[in-house]
């Protein structure tokens, strides 16, 4: 506390502190969230945004955690939680350091099956826009596209999207 009150550090939330000179960047508030819950992994929309695959700006962190596990008590940033248990949760995630935090991220092959997954969530138009997006930006292959889609269970639903963007 006293380094708050002379101004040495910030207090960006419960039990996340900053430099005073520290440059909030766009991935800040994902540390702090994984500073405040390490278990979760960043999906969906936040992890389009933190590969660069949509042009959406969400309105809060959307993470993903165990179906039986407790849901974070975090006032800020905002999150919005969906759940999944075994390969559906544990496949397809990559570590990244950000400002001095292990964040967990889906990675880009992951995030587009998700999205087709919670597609009544994110949009089909989402979805579709994330597919094609990690095709042509080369962020995954077809084959680790395909590979996720059958761990969530969604190969039959994306196949259609699939054969008509690779026959382009």
């Known amino acids: ?10 207090r ?3 039990g996340v502190y900053t430099a005073a000179e520290h440059e909030p960047t ?3 508030d994902l ?3 994984a500073t405040r819950a390490p278990a979760v992994v960043v999906c969906l929309l936040s992890a389009l945004r933190f590969h660069d ?7 809060a962190i959307w993470i993903m955690i165990d179906r039986k ?10 999150i919005r939680v969906f759940r999944a248990s075994g390969a559906a949760l544990r496949e397809g995630v990559d570590v990244h350091a950000i400002e ?11 995030t ?29 292959t077809m084959d680790e596209i395909h590979r996720y889609a059958k761990i969530d269970r969604v190969g039959s639903v994306m196949g259609p999207y699939i054969h008509a963007l690779v026959s382009i």
């Not at 949509?54 to 309105?59: K, V």
């Not at 001095?100 to 992951?110: E, H, S, Y």
Request: hydrophobic residues 40%.
């Open 1 to 10: 506390m006293r380094l708050v009150e002379q101004g040495g550090l910030v």
């Open 12 to 14: 960006r939330s419960r």
């Open 26 to 28: 766009e991935h800040t």
């Open 31 to 33: 540390a702090a969230l």
């Open 53 to 59: 695959l949509t042009t959406q700006l969400p309105w």
């Open 69 to 78: 596990a407790r849901r974070p008590t975090i006032d800020h940033p905002a």
């Open 100 to 110: 001095g935090a292990t964040v967990r991220v889906t990675c880009p092959a992951k």
């Open 112 to 140: 587009v099956a998700d999205c087709f997954r919670y597609r009544n969530k994110v949009g089909t138009d989402v979805a579709i826009e994330a597919l094609r997006d990690c095709w042509r930006q080369r962020k995954a």
